[in-house]
T-cell receptor, first 114, second 111 residues
Framework: EAGVTQSPTHLIKTRGQQATLRCSPI?????VYWYQQALGLGLQFLLW???????NRGNFPPRFSGRQFPNYSSELNVNALELEDSALYLC?????????????FGNGTRLTVT | RKEVEQDPGPFNVPEGATVAFNCTYS??????FFWYRQDCRKEPKLLMS???SGNEDGRFTAQLNRASQYISLLIRDSKLSDSATYLC????????????FGAGTRLFVKA
């Protein structure tokens, strides 16, 4: 069974640019979650998508946005990049069972903003 | 106060030691509980789910005490490869569904 896949693995952008990160969930999973993890810090919840709709978002500015496609894959877009956006961005997927099954994470996209 | 709190660590133990991690959660409506491990600069990986009856997977034992709102993870006969950060994870479906990660406890196992 293929796991959660994320692309690209690494992304280098300059301040003010836009970044697009992609995620494909495990087959059969309809929920996709995005987390940000800055170096040495814990996971910060960004967004949750389920059945194509945004269900919840964390305490991040509107320049962090995303969407989920009909095949349940997802994109995370970060506009007007700032230096502090440099982090590991993790995507996770799960069944649509409101938390009874665990999240499975992809390898992440390491975003560097210079 | 954070909704999920873990021992701050780090824990430094010799190979073969038994180590226990503790986690408390504040919302009594929490419904599911998990332990993850995260290696440096890698993604978190599910270690085990935690059930009310307690569960064991090889050298790892997880326990849940709903009355005390407390979760534990016991690692017996520690290996060098157990060195990682251990994350306590709690889900709930009140006030909107949420998955809450603890800050993690770092474990160093030394030869």
């Amino acid at each position: 069974e293929a796991g959660v896949t994320q692309s690209p693995t690494h992304l280098i952008k300059t301040r003010g640019q836009q970044a697009t990160l992609r995620c494909s969930p495990i087959s059969g999973h309809t929920s996709v979650y995005w987390y940000q993890q800055a170096l040495g810090l814990g996971l910060q919840f960004l967004l949750w998508y389920d059945e194509g709709e945004e269900r919840n978002r964390g305490n991040f500015p509107p320049r962090f946005s995303g969407r989920q496609f009909p095949n349940y894959s997802s994109e995370l877009n970060v506009n007007a990049l700032e230096l502090e956006d440099s982090a590991l961005y993790l995507c996770a997927s799960s069944f649509r069972d409101r938390g009874h099954s665990p999240l499975h994470f992809g390898n992440g996209t390491r975003l560097t903003v210079t | 106060r954070k909704e999920v709190e873990q021992d701050p660590g780090p824990f430094n133990v010799p190979e073969g030691a038994t180590v226990a991690f503790n986690c408390t959660y504040s919302n009594s409506a929490s419904q599911s509980f998990f332990w993850y491990r995260q290696d440096c600069r890698k993604e978190p990986k599910l270690l085990m789910s935690v059930y009310s009856s307690g569960n064991e997977d090889g050298r790892f034992t997880a326990q849940l005490n709903r009355a005390s709102q407390y979760i534990s993870l016991l690692i017996r006969d520690s290996k060098l490869s157990d060195s990682a950060t251990y994350l306590c994870v709690v889900t709930r479906n009140t006030g909107g569904f949420k998955t809450i990660f603890g800050a993690g406890t770092r474990l160093f196992v030394k030869a």
